[in-house]
């Protein structure tokens, strides 16, 4: 159950950065689309982390050099996004320019260097709060009536946005879970993401501004924009340590190919990297957080959705080599026995 909890809280922390936890990603994908589906894209996800967590655990994920490259570039483009979105919530609530953002940003290279298990352990504490902050400015809110009808593509296409790196960190996790304890991560996911979805969508309603982060907006206009700028600060925190992580890694991993700078892949240098990842990313946050989600989170999100198409792929191409290893075993061991019962045959006639 405690392993189960961390992966869970693991998954939810990547998954809800700045553009999750500020609506602006809400917004993006689904407009004026009603709560309870926008809230369904939590049974994909669902679904989906179910797939990475056992693809993990079966040495199964894709490790191709596009595919590589693919998780790279989404990666950095959340690391932009989450570099940028911190800037702009500190800037909001202190205003102060740049200081309280870098602040945020560099404690989150010290923590990619201390490890994974830091990682989990943020994420396990930061997350229950963030749900708190998300419930407390829903409960003030009268839910809307909507009687949209229900797109299946647009949850689709979520999902793939947030599985993405949210995948790509969990399925490492899937190597030491238990069927039963990846059963209770996606249970977990599935109820957090339905309430957080629902929650997040009824205040994206609200904000009738087109604010660029509609949480904020709608906070502020309740007289709680402190304590929900605070925690948006802590789901932004928690997404731009999971991207660095695999921006990182990506770059280290890149970098043992090479006998040049091979060196950089060693845990030795691991923070020499880690800090000159974010000095090379952090110049694009300026381009904006607006800007970065809408015209770049579209992009994640396909990758996402060709990144599990390729993990299906291997599935069935595993399933189809299984049924025909076993219709082999089962038409051999057939000859065997027809070839013993002609011997047999034999032998009767003779005697």
Not at 168 to 178: H, R
Request: hydrophobic share 50%; aromatic share 10%.
């Amino acid at each position: 159950m405690k392993k189960a909890f961390k992966t869970t809280a693991l998954y939810i922390g990547t998954a809800i950065g700045a553009g999750f936890s500020s609506g602006r990603e809400i917004a993006l994908f689904f407009g004026d689309a009603s709560p309870f589906n926008v809230a369904i894209s939590s049974v994909f996800m669902s679904l989906l982390c179910a797939l990475f967590l056992i693809a993990g655990k079966q040495k199964m994920m894709p490790q191709g050099k596009i595919v590589k490259l693919g998780i790279f570039l989404a990666a950095s483009i959340s690391l932009c996004s989450m570099l940028a979105g911190g800037d702009f919530i500190m800037y909001s609530m202190t205003g102060i320019p740049l200081a309280f953002g870098l602040a945020m940003t560099l404690l989150g290279g010290i923590i990619v260097v201390l490890g994974i298990e830091k990682i989990r352990l943020l994420n396990a504490v930061l997350v229950p709060l963030i749900v708190l902050s998300i419930t407390l400015v829903f409960v003030k809110l009268p839910t809307p009536a909507h009687s949209l009808p229900f797109m299946l593509s647009k949850p689709i296409l979520y999902s793939g946005l947030d599985v993405l790196l949210g995948g790509v960190i969990v399925s490492k996790e899937g190597e030491n879970l238990t069927y039963k304890e990846i059963f209770l991560s996606c249970i977990m996911i599935c109820a957090f993401m339905f309430g957080m979805l629902f929650m997040l969508q009824t205040v994206v309603l609200s904000d009738q501004n087109a604010s660029l982060m509609p949480v904020l907006a709608v906070s502020d206009r309740l007289h709680m924009k402190w304590a929900c700028g605070v925690l948006i600060a802590a789901a932004i925190f928690t997404t731009l340590v999971s991207s660095l992580k695999i921006v990182s890694d990506s770059v280290r991993d890149f970098a043992s190919n090479f006998k040049r700078i091979s060196a950089l892949s060693s845990d030795e240098n691991k923070a020499m990297v880690v800090f000159g990842c974010l000095v090379a990313t952090y110049p694009l946050s300026f381009f904006g957080f607006d800007n970065i989600v809408d015209n770049l989170y579209p992009f994640n999100s396909v990758c996402g959705v060709i990144l599990t198409c390729l993990i299906l792929l291997k599935y069935l191409v595993r399933i189809v080599s299984f049924i025909v290893k076993k219709t082999k075993e089962k038409h051999a061991l057939k000859r065997a026995k027809s070839t013993l019962q002609s011997s047999h045959n034999s032998y009767t006639s003779h005697q």
